[in-house]
């Protein structure tokens, strides 16, 4: 029997989504890519609230910057 490949929820998708779109605009704001991943990586649960309080990627990029 095959496995079944684990799925994620849309909203772990999307959040996904909204932190590749963080990634680009901290690369936009002088960042390298390698640079914008870690941050993300290491900063994730606060990134998580920025993205369940409505911030846009944008904005969470210049909240990070900051």
Do not use: N
């Not at 690369?27 to 941050?39: F, I, M, R, S, Y």
């Not at 409505?54 to 210049?62: F, H, I, R």
Request: hydrophobic fraction near 40%; proline fraction near 3%.
């Amino acid at each position: 029997m095959a496995k079944k490949k684990e799925e994620l929820d849309p909203e772990t998708l999307e959040l996904i989504q909204w932190c590749i779109e963080v990634e680009g605009f901290l690369v936009k704001g002088g960042a390298t890519q390698a640079q914008a991943q870690e941050h993300i990586e290491e900063q994730v649960e606060w990134f998580t609230d920025l993205f369940y309080d409505g911030l846009s990627p944008e904005e969470a990029a210049k909240e990070a910057l900051a």
